[in-house]
C-alpha cells in the first residue's frame, strides 16, 4: 500500500502504477505485473472524502469558534482548499487501494510475472493443496 501510496508498482516498487493522473497503466513496465484488472473503483472518492472532510471540516469550526475571521475568506479559502486536498490525496490514495487490492490477491492480482518473459504466470499462493499459511504469513523461520 505504501508503494500504491507513492505511485510505484506494488510488486516491485520501482515502475508506475500510473500512466495519467488516475489511470493505472495495464501492466508495469518494469516487472510487468499486470494491473488492468484492479478494481479501485469508487473507494478512492469515498476514502479521500472521508479524510478531507473530517479534516477541513474541524478547521472551520475551531477557525469560527476562536477567531473573527470575514465570511468572504470562509467562502473562498476552505472551497479551494477542500479542492485542494481533494486533488492532491486522490492519486496516492487510488496507488495505495490498488496496492491493497495487490496485497490482497484480489481481482487478478494472486498470478505474478514469470521471471522470464515466456512460461506461465507463477501462482502467488502455490497450488492449493501445497499453500502452508505461516509460510505465507512469513510466520516460518528458516
Ligand atoms: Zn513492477
Do not use: N
Not at 507463477?122 to 501445497?130: I, M, N, V
Request: with cysteine; charged share 20%; glycine share 12%.
Amino acid at each position: 500500500m505504501a508503494r500504491g501510496f507513492l505511485g510505484r508498482c506494488p510488486h516491485c516498487g520501482e515502475g508506475r502504477i500510473f500512466g495519467r493522473y488516475l489511470k493505472v497503466r495495464p501492466e508495469c513496465a518494469h516487472c510487468g505485473l499486470q494491473m488492468h484488472h484492479h478494481r479501485a473503483d469508487d473507494l478512492p472518492p469515498y476514502v479521500v472524502i472521508f479524510v478531507v472532510a473530517h479534516i477541513v471540516g474541524y478547521l472551520i469550526l475551531e477557525l469560527e469558534m476562536g477567531y473573527d475571521v470575514p465570511l468572504w475568506f470562509q467562502l473562498t479559502f476552505w472551497p479551494l482548499a477542500t479542492l485542494g486536498m481533494a486533488l492532491a490525496l486522490l492519486q496516492p490514495v487510488k496507488g495505495a487501494v490498488v496496492g491493497l487490492q495487490y496485497a490482497l490477491g484480489m481481482h487478478g492480482f494472486a498470478t505474478l510475472p514469470s521471471a522470464g518473459s515466456e512460461g506461465p504466470e507463477e501462482s502467488r499462493f502455490g497450488p492449493a493443496d501445497e499453500r502452508d499459511p505461516d509460510a505465507r504469513a512469513g510466520l516460518r523461520r528458516a
